[in-house]
């Protein structure tokens, strides 16, 4: 079945860039999502980019896809410390209506 | 104010007793969504709905029932709940799909004993 997979940590210092890692097995997915969790929240929509397009940039972030190698990545350029939380990535397939999250990665930001 | 809103937001209860954990949302979305979220794991799929009377299984079904008899509302039902349903469940609603955005609720804590 689809699977989506996410390193669990990552820390970096602040004013550094972050980049979150995410491969997925469904060539079928149309759309890709980053949402962040912060500490007993519920989770918000970062970014999303659609499956024929290789960059979104938003701002801080920076949402690159290889298709060919089904891997999305999120770059936070200079990061903060109120960046820190855990990071989702998720996939959409054509084929169905469900949605598949990774584990999520958690980020550390360093002061 | 636009917001999906969950109760209870804790829950302590015994194994076999059965509850409903509610959500709303205020929006007019068609979309709607439940996960349980449980350490290591992220995210799973409990059922969705886009719209009303049609629901389906997502990842995880087993041990849940949903409705979706109105539009803003979408309970999930634990018929019999086991302590392998201890989780975070959330409720998320989008007005489209496929979503391009989900709007999440706070999240119900359900512990089962």
């Known amino acids: 079945g689809e699977d989506v997979e996410q390193s669990l940590f990552l820390s970096v210092r602040e004013g550094d860039s972050s980049v979150i890692n995410c491969t997925y097995t469904?060539?079928?997915?149309?759309?890709l999502y980053w949402y962040k969790q912060e500490p007993g929240a519920g989770l918000q929509l970062l970014t999303y980019?659609?499956?024929?397009?290789d960059m979104k940039q938003d701002q801080r972030l920076t949402v690159l896809l290889n298709k060919k190698d089904k891997h999305l990545s999120l770059r936070i350029a200079d990061t903060q410390t109120g960046d820190s939380a855990i990071y989702f990535c998720?996939?959409?397939?054509?084929?169905?209506?469900?949605?598949?999250f990774g584990a999520g990665t958690r980020l550390f930001v360093k002061a | 104010e636009a917001q999906v809103t969950q109760n209870p937001r804790y829950l302590i209860t015994v194994t076999g007793k059965k509850l409903t954990v509610t959500c709303s949302q205020n929006?007019?979305?068609?979309?709607m969504s439940w996960y349980r979220q449980d350490p290591g794991l992220g995210l799973r799929q409990i059922y969705y709905?886009?719209?009303?009377?049609?629901?389906d299984k997502g990842d995880v079904p087993e041990g849940y029932k949903v409705s979706r008899k109105e539009k803003r509302n979408f309970p999930l039902i634990l018929e019999s709940p086991s302590p392998n349903q201890t989780s975070l469940y959330f409720c998320?609603?989008?007005?489209?799909?496929?979503?391009?955005?989900?709007?999440f609720g706070p999240g119900t804590r359900l512990t089962v004993l």
């Open positions: 998320a609603s989008s007005p489209d799909y496929p979503p391009d955005t989900q709007y």
């Open positions: 469904d060539s079928s997915s149309t759309y």
């Open positions: 980019i659609f499956s024929n397009m």
């Open positions: 998720a996939e959409i397939n054509t084929g169905g209506f469900k949605t598949i």
């Open positions: 929006m007019n979305h068609e979309y």
């Open positions: 709905s886009m719209n009303v009377e049609v629901t």
